[in-house]
């Protein structure tokens, strides 16, 4: 890449790029559950800190200027805009701790592309210098993620072995999707050096091994879009109309020839399996309702988790949703995500960042001051990159890491950096910062963001234990480590559990029931429509008493969970205790005689006796008297009658009445 700026003005801050990127791999924490988020959230945050102190000290030298006029540009508007609806968002939200955490995020990445945009278009920071860095980062993730190849037993089980193959994205396809933003700035390394020639080409070979090998089906259809596209934009052919036609011919031969050629692969197996897809629908169709149901202001960030269970579960046909020990915390779309939390101008204002992006780059390739060339395949490299990753995005969720982010956040810095400096550098009056607001617009996200992560690397630290606790059945360490764990900015672990529901479990078993109710009332306060919360609370207001309150809470359960056994069983017991055997017995017949709820067997002879009971007093027919009767009488018979019935899909009571009671 040809450059005006001299390297020892750039030197300073390219060296601090350089070594951010080759140490971003190895922050990681084996201490909290999710090893990655939030210590790499405290990484950027520490790096934003030194990047503003340093241009917070050379501008009061009076070494840099301090315009920032670039901020009145369109897509660094839309950014921030996009902040300010995150922050709006909190109206509607449940967790605010959840908002916060987001916000705090979003914040902290936002002012990494402030002050790389800055340094770029201030001449102290180039473009070699960013590929480099990220070059550097490129080489560190491919080895570690070629170790895990090479130690990896495919043989024994292949599907399940590329899911180890993640680096140090914690997931393999969270690792694709980032080695596919990498992408331009490898190939952009092609032009710096002979040596980086060489590292380049190897990269490449090494990025499409991985990506070939892991099959991730968003990202290898995203690279394969950017493939076409970067090709077609610069034989021109999508400034003249062809692409459509050559776009939708290309894919559906490409298409065809993997149905050809791979279908009876068990190699591709994974590429053709449709249950993930179908899944996927199913999350996005309950994404969809809740969207419909907050149009204009959305659940609030970082409340789509919360809030998808109301939708219902019964149609994923999954025993771990039905009892809630499988949950979701993010739709598989970043899109459908911020529309359900964010509410259509949030929607509007993220899908803006993208075309205004794309526009930006359009008008400087058109500029009758081209770029030289090695510059203007970079920019075909974004333009295509960005496409694709938008396709990513529809369906993963890499808005939410912080290290894709990152890359993309630099994309859009080298893309403002360059329109600006090419269109809008002489006609935008200096927009200068006192010294006061430079120091706001640096420390504020910095100390928020410090805050924020600080305390949830805190509690994951302290949920980690409970799991360990929980899984040696100390409860009394559970109620201990879940105090020091839950603070104003961590009040759920990772998988949308609320760390009081942990505590109140602990307490109701060892007795402490007021507490523990008090416990799952706060947790229902986050998370309304966790169905073991709505279980764990009503069992509770059923033990004090309240009946009508635990009913209430049951049939919410059952509501949104109807094959949910444990409520269900809980359910029959309070009509039980209230004497409404009928009731009971309809709510304990629709459980499956599969369940492995270990209550079924005690609850049903008792309920089936009972509501046999109330049958007979009502019976006129002494045939039917003397088998209800005689039925009664052998508890073994009761039930072998009733498992009969269900096995020959009869109602218990009919066949009762039709059958003679000798069995075989």
């Known amino acids: 890449m040809k450059t005006k700026v001299k390297q020892k003005n750039s030197y300073l801050f390219e060296k601090k790029y350089f070594y951010f990127f080759l140490l971003l791999p190895f922050i990681y924490s ?62 509607k939200t449940t967790s605010i701790a959840d908002g916060i955490y987001v916000l705090s995020k979003f914040t902290i990445e936002v002012l990494f592309f402030v002050l790389s945009t800055y340094l770029l278009i201030q001449n102290q920071l180039t473009i070699n210098g960013l590929i480099k860095a990220i070059g550097i980062f490129c080489i560190v993730s491919i080895i570690i993620a070629l170790y895990q190849t090479m130690v990896l037993d495919f043989g024994a089980d292949f599907r399940n072995s590329i899911y180890q193959i993640t680096s140090t994205s914690a997931n393999k396809n969270l690792f694709s999707s980032l080695l596919f933003l990498i992408l331009p700035f490898v190939i952009g390394a092609i032009f710096i050096s002979k040596k980086w020639k060489i590292t380049s080409i190897v990269l490449l070979c090494s990025i499409i091994l991985i990506l070939v090998l892991i099959q991730t089906r968003a990202v290898m259809l995203a690279t394969i879009l950017s493939i076409l596209i970067f090709i077609l934009i610069q034989k021109g052919l999508f400034l003249k109309g062809y692409f459509p036609k050559v776009i939708v011919l290309l894919i559906i031969t490409l298409g065809v020839v993997i149905l050809i050629f791979f279908k009876g692969s068990s190699y591709f197996i994974n590429l053709l399996d449709s249950s993930s897809l179908h899944q996927r629908l199913l999350v996005w169709n309950n994404s969809f309702q809740m969207a419909k149901e907050n149009l204009m202001l959305g659940v609030g960030a970082g409340n789509w988790q919360y809030c998808f269970p109301k939708y219902g579960l019964e149609k994923f046909n999954d025993v771990l949703m039905d009892n809630a020990s499988l949950t979701y915390q ?30 930006y780059i359009l008008k400087i390739l058109k500029n009758k001051i081209e770029p030289n060339p090695e510059d203007k395949i970079l920019l075909y490299g974004f333009f295509a990159t960005l496409t694709g990753y938008a396709v990513i995005s529809f369906f993963d969720f890499p808005l939410e890491r912080i290290e894709h982010q990152i890359v993309f956040y630099l994309i ?36 928020f963001s410090v805050i924020v992560s600080a305390n949830r690397f805190s509690g994951e630290f302290h949920t980690r234990k409970i799991y360990e606790y929980q899984s040696k059945g100390d409860l009394n360490q559970i109620v201990t480590e879940a105090d020091k764990s839950a603070n104003m900015f961590y009040v759920t672990d990772p998988t949308s ?103 079924f067997q005690v609850y049903l002879p008792v309920i089936l006796n009972s509501w046999l009971g109330t049958i007979l007093t ?47």
């Open 330 to 359: 993010r739709p598989h779309n970043d899109f459908l995500w911020v529309l359900c939390e964010t509410g259509i101008f949030g929607l509007i204002t993220y899908l803006s960042v993208f075309i205004v992006a794309l526009i």
């Open 412 to 447: 859009l810095s080298i893309v403002v950096a360059k329109y600006y400096c090419t269109f809008q550098k002489e006609k935008m009056s200096t927009n200068s910062f006192n010294s006061s607001a430079l120091k706001l617009m640096v420390f504020v996200p910095v100390v």
């Open 30 to 91: 084996d201490k909290i559950i999710d090893p990655v988020l939030i210590p790499r959230q405290l990484y950027l945050t520490a790096f934003v800190c030194i990047l503003g102190l340093v241009i917070l000290f050379r501008i009061s030298k009076k070494d840099l200027t301090n315009d920032f006029s670039f901020l009145r540009l369109t897509l660094p508007l839309l950014l921030i805009v996009f902040l300010l609806i995150n922050g709006l968002s909190f109206i």
């Open 497 to 599: 559990i609320p760390i009081n529901w942990y505590k109140g479990v602990a307490l109701y078993t060892l007795g402490r029931l007021k507490e523990a109710q008090t416990c799952f009332e706060k947790a229902k306060l986050v998370c309304p429509y966790n169905i073991n919360v709505l279980n764990n609370l009503a069992s509770c207001y059923e033990t004090a008493g309240r009946h009508k309150d635990a009913e209430e809470m049951y049939v919410k359960a059952l509501l949104i969970s109807p094959r949910f056994d444990e409520a269900r069983l809980n359910l029959s017991a309070v009509y039980f205790n209230n004497k409404e055997y009928e009731k009971a017995f309809c709510m304990i017949d629709k459980v499956a005689v599969t369940t492995k709820d270990e209550k």
């Open 618 to 664: 009502n019976q006129k027919d002494s045939n039917a008297i003397e088998k209800i009767t005689e039925l009664r009488n052998s508890k073994e018979k009761m039930i072998e009658f009733y498992f009969t019935s269900k096995k020959n899909n009869l109602p218990y009571l009919q066949y009762i009445l039709t059958n003679n009671l000798k069995m075989n």
